[in-house]
Every structure is written in structure tokens, then in C-alpha cells.
């Protein structure tokens, strides 16, 4: 390539790299904020399983919190505002709590969990008895404001799916909020094909493992699986009121279970061409009239069914 050629190219390069979004230096940079909300779930998951009224956990959960802002040398405010900043850029918070749920799930293995208890249909295909269908985004980060309040999932099933079948949607959920109350639902509905639908809807209102499930309607086939995650504004006087909530949901399964023992099977299609069966070819199973001549005397006679005959 010759250098007229490559110094285009190199600008345009520069520009690109130039115009790439960076966070301003008055709020938390993206990797100290990982490292801030990693310790930040590990302490607000300590509160919520100490004992105690609701109200001392979530006074111990203030505790935790200031604990750890001090161990990173930050400021309520400089986080309240940093919070803020990304509440506003959902996209940078869903990779940074990407990393959070990765880092999470790793320390629970180091205490002694199972692969299972952290997410037992981890290692599944998209094919088998039981097999993991999703094919969608397996995070995300939920506002409770539109567009970004709202997730819509949507599955045409193939011939892969049998009568039978049943379903379970799986997810890790972890919210964020100032304050106000919880208000989350997951919905998950299968038609068949008969047309009947069955739909499942759950509430959220806590952090850890969720699950939603479709048992099987005896006899059809599983034709279109639909529904929706969903982050509303909250209850009551405070729904109106401008603190942070977030909810971040991870780790998105929808494990698809056969019914064992159950074949489906093809419709059986008889096609007979008028020409391929020839009269010779029948001659070994035709039976002659006059071998069906039977002697009429033998016959029992009954005046109902074999009325005798008058002489003329």
C-alpha cells in the first residue's frame, strides 16, 4: 500500500479512536465502579441474610454500604452521583454489571457452591431432552422508565419441540435502588397448537436465583413462546420521585424439558398411483365366483330374512 494511501487511513482510525465515549474524570471510572458494586452486593447479601426486623437489616445494609465506600476511598456523594452518570447510560451499566454477575458467580464457587447451585443448566446445548432454547440477550439492565423498562422475548418453535414438552425460564436478578418499593414481574406464555395459551406471570421483589414454569398441557404441541421482563416505578408517594433504580438481570435461561417416553409421530400419507396396480398382479388373492356357489338347501330357512316364494 502506498504511504499516500495509508495516511488516510490511519487518520480515519485516529478519529474513530477520538470519538469513542469516555466517562468525564468527576465521576467513578468503569473498572472502579466494578470493583465498588462487586463489594457492594457481597455486603447488601450479608445484611439481607443476618437476623433481624426488616428495618435493622435494611439499617445494616446502610452500614455495609459506607463500609465499603470507605474501603475504595470514595464519597456517598461522588457515588450517588456517579450512579447518576450511568443511570442515565443503561448501556455502560449493563457491561459493567456483566462483569459484577461473572465475578459474583466465581466467588460462590470459591465458597463452596456448587456449579449446580450457581447455575445448574450452565453447560446445556440447544439440543438434547433437555436443552437450554434460549437464543436472546442472557443480561440486561431495566429502568423504570421507557423504553428501557421493559425486555420482550419471542420463540417460534420448530419441529424439535414434541408433545409434552415443558418449560423454565431461569434468571439471576440484582437491583439497585435508592429508594421506594420493588416493582418487577417476569412473564412467560406458550400457545400450542390447538390454540389454548398457557401464561405465567411472577413478581420480583428480591435479589437472587428466580424461575418461572409452564408445565405441560397433555397432548399438544408447544408452537410459540412469548413474554416479557418488566421494571415499573414503584408503589405508592414515591413512585414519582427521582431515586435511582435499577435492576439487573443475568444469567437468562429457558431450559425446554421432554416428556420422557413420548414419539412424536408423523402423519402416515398413503399416495397410490391408479396405474401401478395391475389385475395380473392380484391374481394369486382372487377368489372365483363359481367357488363362492353354496348349496341354498343347506340354509336355514326364517320366514323374516327368507320369505318363501310363491308358485305362479
Not at 452486593?41 to 435493622?56: L, S
Not at 443511570?87 to 466465581?106: C, G, M, N, P, Q
Request: with cysteine.
Amino acid at each position: 500500500m502506498k504511504k499516500a494511501q495509508l495516511i488516510p487511513l490511519l487518520v480515519a482510525l485516529l478519529a474513530c479512536v477520538a470519538c469513542k465515549p469516555t466517562v468525564p474524570s468527576q465521576y467513578i471510572q468503569p473498572g472502579d465502579m466494578e470493583d465498588i458494586l462487586y463489594d457492594y452486593h457481597i455486603g447488601q447479601a450479608m445484611a439481607q441474610h443476618e437476623d433481624g426486623k426488616y428495618e435493622e437489616r435494611n439499617y445494616k445494609k446502610l452500614l455495609y454500604l459506607a463500609a465499603v465506600l470507605e474501603k475504595h476511598g470514595v464519597t456517598r456523594a461522588e457515588f450517588d452521583s456517579s450512579l447518576v452518570y450511568y443511570y442515565t447510560r443503561a448501556d455502560r451499566f449493563e457491561s459493567i454489571y456483566k462483569h459484577v454477575a461473572d465475578r459474583l458467580s466465581d466467588k460462590a464457587l470459591d465458597l463452596g457452591a456448587s456449579q449446580s447451585d450457581v447455575n445448574r443448566y450452565a453447560v446445556l446445548t440447544a439440543t438434547g431432552d433437555t436443552a437450554n432454547v434460549w437464543a436472546d440477550r442472557k443480561q440486561m439492565v431495566l429502568v423504570p422508565y421507557p423504553p428501557r423498562n421493559r425486555f420482550d422475548f419471542d420463540l417460534t418453535c420448530d419441529t424439535t419441540y414434541k408433545k409434552g414438552d415443558s418449560f423454565q425460564l431461569n434468571f439471576i436478578v440484582s437491583y439497585l435502588y435508592q429508594s421506594g418499593s420493588k416493582d418487577a414481574a417476569v412473564n412467560l406464555t406458550v400457545s400450542y397448537d390447538n390454540d389454548s395459551i398457557v401464561t405465567q406471570t411472577n413478581h420480583l421483589t428480591v435479589d437472587g436465583v428466580s424461575q418461572v414454569r409452564i408445565n405441560e398441557v397433555k397432548g399438544q404441541r408447544p408452537k410459540r413462546i412469548r413474554g416479557f421482563f418488566y421494571l415499573g416505578k414503584g408503589y405508592g408517594a414515591d413512585k414519582e420521585t427521582s431515586a435511582l433504580r435499577l435492576m439487573f438481570i443475568n444469567s437468562i435461561q429457558l431450559v425446554r424439558f421432554h416428556k420422557q417416553g413420548v414419539v412424536d409421530e408423523p402423519e402416515e400419507t398413503v399416495s397410490v398411483k391408479a396405474d401401478t396396480l395391475k389385475v395380473d398382479s392380484l391374481k394369486a388373492d382372487t377368489i372365483k365366483v363359481d367357488s363362492l356357489k353354496r348349496d341354498t338347501t343347506a340354509l336355514p330357512v326364517n320366514n323374516k330374512t327368507n320369505p318363501k316364494r310363491r308358485r305362479v
